[in-house]
């Protein structure tokens, strides 16, 4: 089983940057992907950027230049670098990591980014 605790949210405003840490812990060698997500109210959560194993990464268009996900040597803290943001980037973040082999999500309790102006 994966735990995931993300942290680094806050009131931001527009041009302004954040910094959202992941720690992962427990079966930490069956994960194969790590992502954030988002949900801003009243919409479906999306995922904004994801970053697998290899070190390959993915990023929605509305992120693109903006945004860097990463992560740490030992592959249990993943980072989203978040630059240039948006009235439109407020919604809490959630932290995902996803496991081929038990074909199993797990998140993070989630990090509230919100646009302070």
Request: include cysteine; proline fraction near 2%; glycine fraction near 10%.
């Amino acid at each position: 089983q994966v735990h995931l605790v993300d942290s680094g949210g806050g009131l931001v405003q527009p041009g302004g940057s954040l910094r959202l840490f992941c720690a992962a812990s427990g079966s930490i060698f069956s994960i194969n992907r790590m992502a954030w997500y988002r949900q801003a109210p009243g919409k479906e959560r999306e995922l904004v950027a994801f970053i697998g194993n290899d070190g390959s990464t993915h990023y929605e268009d509305f992120v693109k230049g903006r945004f860097t996900i990463s992560r740490n040597s030992a592959k249990d803290t993943v980072y989203l670098q978040m630059n240039s943001l948006k009235s439109e980037d407020t919604a809490v973040y959630y932290c995902n990591a996803f496991s081929a082999a038990t074909v199993r999500d797990s998140w993070g309790q989630g990090s509230q980014v919100t646009d302070s102006s």
